[in-house]
C-alpha cells in the first residue's frame, strides 16, 4: 500500500460531471465505524464510469491490526494525509443530491459517524444498496459478498481496496439493470412496502381464520382490502401462525423474484406447515369461479 497524493481542496462543483449513480466505499481503521482510513468514490452514467476518486485518510484513531491485516493500511500509510474533516467537502460534492450506492450499508453508517465526530454537516443523498440489488437480480447465488459477486459476473477487483471495491460494486448495479430490465429508478422502491395499519377483517367471508401476509404490496392497499373483506386477518409479516404468503400482481420490481418472505414461507412448509403461497390472480380466481358455479 502506498500513501496516494490527495488534492483536498474541493473540487470545481460546477463542472460536476453528470451521472445517473455514484458508489462509494470506505475502509476503516478500527471497529469504531467513524475511523474511516480510505475511501473511494466512482460516478457511473449509461454503464460506464465516468469519475473516480480515492484518497487515504488520516482517521485520527488507532489502528486496529484486525483491520490493517484485512485491508493492508496502517498508521504508516496514513501519515500525512488529509483528515476526514479536510475531504469532508470534496465527499460532499460528489454525493450530496445523487443516488448513492454502497455494498451494504455500512459506508452510509461510517460516513454519518464520521461527519458527527469531525463536527460537519450529514451528507444528504439517495442511498441503494447494492446487495439488495444482487440478492434480488441473482438470487440463487450462495453468497452476494462483493468478491463473490465480482466472480460470478467477471469484473476485475481487488477486495478491500476502496476505489476497486466502489468500482465493482458499480458495476454489481450496471450488469443488474443489464440481467433483469429493471432500471435504476425501479430498484430505489422498497422491496416489501408494509404501508398503514392492516385492515380490519370481515366477520365472516371464504378467508375467515386465515392469518394472510403480502408479498409486493402494502398491506392497506387493494389487495390487503380484499383479503380483508374475505375475512382473512392481514398480517405484517410471515410467522409459524400464517396460513397464506399472497404474491401481489403488482411487485416493486416489475416482476417476482424470491425474497426473504417467500425464502420464510418456504422453510415453514418444509418444516411441515399448511402455509400456502399463491399469486393474487390465481386467489381471485379462485373464488370468482366458486361464485360462477354457486351462480
Request: net charge neutral; hydrophobic share 40%.
Amino acid at each position: 500500500m502506498t500513501a496516494s497524493k490527495t488534492d483536498i481542496a474541493p473540487a470545481p462543483w460546477d463542472d460536476k460531471p453528470q451521472v445517473d449513480f455514484v458508489v462509494v466505499d470506505v475502509e476503516t481503521a478500527c471497529s469504531r465505524v467513524s475511523s474511516i482510513c480510505q475511501i473511494g468514490i466512482v460516478g457511473f452514467r449509461d454503464g460506464s464510469e465516468v469519475f473516480a476518486y480515492e484518497s487515504l485518510v488520516d482517521p485520527c484513531d488507532e489502528f486496529s491490526s484486525f483491520n490493517t491485516r484485512i485491508h493492508g493500511i496502517s498508521c504508516d500509510h496514513v501519515f500525512g494525509q488529509p483528515t476526514f474533516a479536510h475531504i469532508h467537502a470534496v465527499v460532499d460534492g460528489h454525493l450530496s443530491g445523487r443516488t448513492t450506492v454502497a455494498h451494504s450499508l455500512f459506508d452510509k453508517g461510517a460516513l454519518a459517524a464520521a461527519c458527527r465526530v469531525h463536527r460537519r454537516e450529514m451528507i444528504e443523498t439517495t442511498w441503494l444498496d447494492s446487495v439488495r440489488v444482487a440478492k434480488r437480480a441473482w438470487p440463487d447465488l450462495p453468497s452476494h459478498r462483493l468478491n463473490v459477486l465480482t466472480r460470478f459476473l467477471g469484473v476485475r477487483h481487488k477486495h478491500h481496496d476502496a476505489l476497486s471495491d466502489a468500482r465493482a460494486a458499480g458495476m454489481v448495479i450496471v450488469k443488474a439493470i443489464d440481467h433483469t430490465g429493471i432500471d435504476l429508478a425501479t430498484w430505489l422502491k422498497p422491496t416489501q412496502p408494509r404501508g398503514g395499519p392492516a385492515p380490519k377483517a370481515a366477520a365472516d367471508g371464504h378467508l375467515k381464520g386465515h392469518r394472510a401476509a403480502i408479498l409486493g404490496a402494502p398491506r392497506d392497499g387493494a389487495l390487503g382490502l380484499w383479503l380483508a373483506g374475505m375475512g382473512a386477518r392481514v398480517v405484517a409479516s410471515i410467522g409459524t401462525t400464517s396460513t397464506m404468503l399472497v404474491i401481489s400482481k403488482d411487485q416493486p420490481f416489475g416482476r417476482f423474484a424470491p425474497s426473504g418472505p417467500y425464502r420464510r414461507a418456504e422453510e415453514l412448509r418444509r418444516n411441515g406447515s399448511a402455509i400456502e403461497i399463491v399469486a393474487e390472480d390465481d386467489l381471485r380466481a379462485r373464488f370468482s369461479l366458486d361464485a360462477a358455479v354457486a351462480a
